[in-house]
T-cell receptor, first 116, second 109 residues
């Protein structure tokens, strides 16, 4: 199997606060994890790629100081949305892949963030 | 990533085969083709992938043309639970996926 979990599934926060989202690979070692965001009725947009033990690589237009990514172990990556604003409200999805998975990415269930 | 093109929407009668096409004419020789689907408000679910041979698993079959410029995902007996957005992806060696707009499949009772 290849199960990826995310926590929380849904979060509401006040503008200006920070929110941390966790992504865990439950039954495999994830050497690489990815973070996406998805707006309503739109496709997934890749935000960043993180390899275990190294700094994340951000896609063009994604602010690295606003979206802090940590991939400290082979089973856990975290995304922290700092100083959240209403426009950060979105569906955040992580995925993971590992050496045994070739390029196949396995996705988490997503986290819905609402910033008031 | 090779650019992929899919029809924006399709309907299929319940119990019939759903054939979802994808064009990836710029695909290179070592790029796999991956298929995922996303049911509303969930993360994408892996379906199947292939390089040049046709593939089949418990969920679907994947037919890749000999020139590899297009492929078709086949759901042999579509059910209402197969209603979803289906994405075809051809990543390059960087492991990054670039999602297109996908095909919104509606299975009709």
């Amino acid at each position: 199997g290849a199960v990826v979990s995310q926590h929380p599934s849904r979060v509401i926060c006040k503008s200006g606060t920070s929110v941390k989202i966790e992504c865990r690979s439950l039954d495999f070692q994830a050497t690489t994890m990815f973070w996406y965001r998805q707006f309503p009725k739109k496709s997934l947009m890749l935000m960043a790629t993180s390899n275990e033990g190294s700094k994340a690589t951000y896609e063009q237009g994604v602010e690295k100081d606003k979206f802090l990514i940590n991939h400290a172990s082979l089973t856990l990556s975290t995304l922290t949305v700092t100083s959240a604003h209403p426009e950060d409200s979105s569906f955040y999805i992580c995925s993971a892949t590992g050496l045994a998975k070739q390029e196949t990415q396995y996705f988490g269930p997503g986290t819905r963030l609402l910033v008031l | 990533d090779a650019k992929t093109t899919q029809p924006p929407s399709m309907d299929c009668a319940e119990g019939r085969a759903a054939n979802l096409p994808c064009n990836h004419s710029t695909i290179s020789g070592n790029e796999y083709v991956y298929w995922y689907r996303q049911i509303h408000s969930q993360g994408p679910q892996y379906i199947i992938h292939g390089l040049k041979n046709n593939e089949t698993n418990e969920m679907a079959s994947l037919i890749i043309t000999e020139d590899r410029k297009s492929s078709t995902l086949i759901l042999p007996h579509a059910t209402l639970r197969d209603t979803a957005v289906y994405y075809c992806i051809a990543p390059s060696g960087t492991y990054k996926y670039i999602f297109g707009t996908g095909t919104r499949l509606k299975v009709l009772a």
